[in-house]
């Protein structure tokens, strides 16, 4: 894509209008001139959940694991945080919460699954590991060997706070439309 | 047998029609009239096998419209030839007539907003799209289809009606419309403005299809969430189109919060019955 850095050209006026307003919708900038403040809101709330339902698609057992807890956990989080796409956002996410000790176990079972197939620096997209590797979170042991992955020990429930709803599975970063 | 380079296309979208999604795969091919389904472009991939709901379909010769929503057409910067590239080899592959995008903008300034953001009404924002829309239509194999987002917000810089932002924007590319009979309810909503008055201002003869969804109030405003039912208002708002000039083909999304397949087959045959279409269930 041609982006910032090229020459000026007579739309270098609608290019800043619209990055203002993404910036200001999705990574908290100020607000563009001239907008009113309810309808930013009630937009910057549209695109937080649309994007929550997103992830849960691509992070299932995060999103269920928290239940009724999903969409204030997950918009919590993201408010102010541009996405880096629906499969990065849920992976920061689920560290996160593995780092608080706040991960429910079916969540910590989808996390080592993933650290055990891919390899993510959290900076970049993730790549597909190409030796044999173990992913572990909150407990559960995954085991990747020539790209298939299994579930060695699963997470230890401890508590009966997890799964006590059904998450918003509404779209995909792929399927949704307008 | 199908030649090495197809140009046999499906006929143009024609009747009540619904948006394919995973989810609802098993549903959407057990409808017995169905002639026609969109399906979200970057969901499909441009070689490999394609889902196979999506095949049975296309062997039954229902017609596939692929309906992009990550081009941002009306994004200052040129389009992603990249993007315009993939929805050329989906509309390829699925023998699309045509293929449908937003006037809207997905990303700016290098970060993505996630979702489909209004452009200003203003001269300057027609030159972008119309400049976007003709570097795309060059590479594309079929028409295109433009259609109009519901917003939730308004510009400051707004110098046009809706209807005039629209209505050079299709002159100036000679795009097809794409008209969201939920997006209009929900404008005119919240705007405090009358829908029937921008279905009297729209060249409804450019229509190749029309969009129904449905939506919710939530704090004040109509959201048009695709994940609620279609609500009265709407469906009336379909038979006030159809009245004016009824659209050759409707369609009904539905992304997420999937009710029972006899509450979808309700929906759809609402909307049939709205538009005096056959019913497709």
Wanted: charged share 20%.
């Amino acid at each position: 894509m041609t982006g910032a850095g090229s020459a000026p050209t007579p739309r270098a006026g609608l290019a800043e209008r619209q990055a203002e307003l993404v910036a200001a919708l999705v990574a908290g900038g100020e607000p563009p001139t001239g907008f009113a403040p309810g309808p930013l809101a009630a937009t910057r709330a549209a695109l937080l959940r649309k994007r929550a339902g997103e992830v849960a698609r691509h992070w299932p057992l995060l999103a269920a694991g928290l239940g009724a807890r999903w969409s204030t956990t997950f918009t919590d989080w993201a408010a102010g945080r541009p996405t880096a796409g629906s499969l990065r956002d849920g992976w920061d996410l689920a560290r996160a919460l593995h780092d608080r000790h706040a991960l429910p176990p079916a969540a910590a079972e989808e996390l080592a699954v993933r650290e055990a197939r891919l390899r993510y620096d959290g900076v970049r997209a993730p790549r597909p590991r190409r030796v044999p590797a173990v992913g572990r979170a909150g407990g559960a042991v995954a085991v990747q060997i020539a790209g298939r992955v299994r579930l060695l020990r699963p997470a230890p429930r401890v508590s009966t706070r997890a799964g006590d709803g059904v998450p918003d599975a509404a779209g995909s970063e792929l399927w949704i439309s307008d | 047998m199908r030649g090495r380079r197809r140009v046999r296309r499906m006929t143009g979208p024609s009747g009540v029609g619904i948006g394919w999604r995973p989810e609802i795969a098993g549903f959407v091919a057990e409808l017995p009239g169905l002639r026609f389904v969109e399906v979200v472009a970057e969901g499909v991939p441009a070689s490999g096998p394609l889902p196979p709901g999506l095949t049975q379909l296309r062997d039954r010769a229902v017609t596939v419209v692929p309906h992009g929503v990550r081009l941002s057409l009306g994004g200052a910067e040129p389009v992603d030839p990249a993007r315009v590239a993939h929805l050329a080899a989906v509309a390829q592959r699925l023998d699309a007539p045509l293929v449908s995008e937003h006037i809207a903008f997905v990303r700016a300034g290098g970060l993505e907003a996630g979702h489909l953001l209004p452009l200003p009404r203003s001269r300057e924002a027609v030159d972008a799209v119309c400049a976007n829309v003709a570097r795309a239509q060059a590479e594309l194999p079929v028409p295109i289809a433009l259609e109009p987002i519901a917003a939730l917000l308004d510009w400051p810089d707004d110098e046009l009606t809706e209807a005039d932002f629209l209505t050079e924007i299709l002159d100036r590319t000679g795009a097809l419309l794409l008209l969201d009979v939920a997006n209009v309810h929900a404008n005119a909503r919240n705007r405090g403005a009358d829908p029937l008055a921008l279905l009297d201002r729209l060249p409804l003869e450019r229509v190749a299809y029309a969009h129904v969804a449905g939506g919710a109030e939530h704090g004040g405003l109509y959201h048009d969430t695709h994940t609620d039912p279609v609500p009265t208002a709407v469906l009336e708002l379909v038979g006030a189109l159809c009245a004016r000039r009824r659209p050759p083909a409707l369609l009904l999304e539905r992304d997420g919060h999937y009710p029972p397949a006899a509450e979808l087959r309700a929906e759809l045959d609402a909307l049939a019955s709205a538009a005096g279409f056959p019913a497709v269930t």
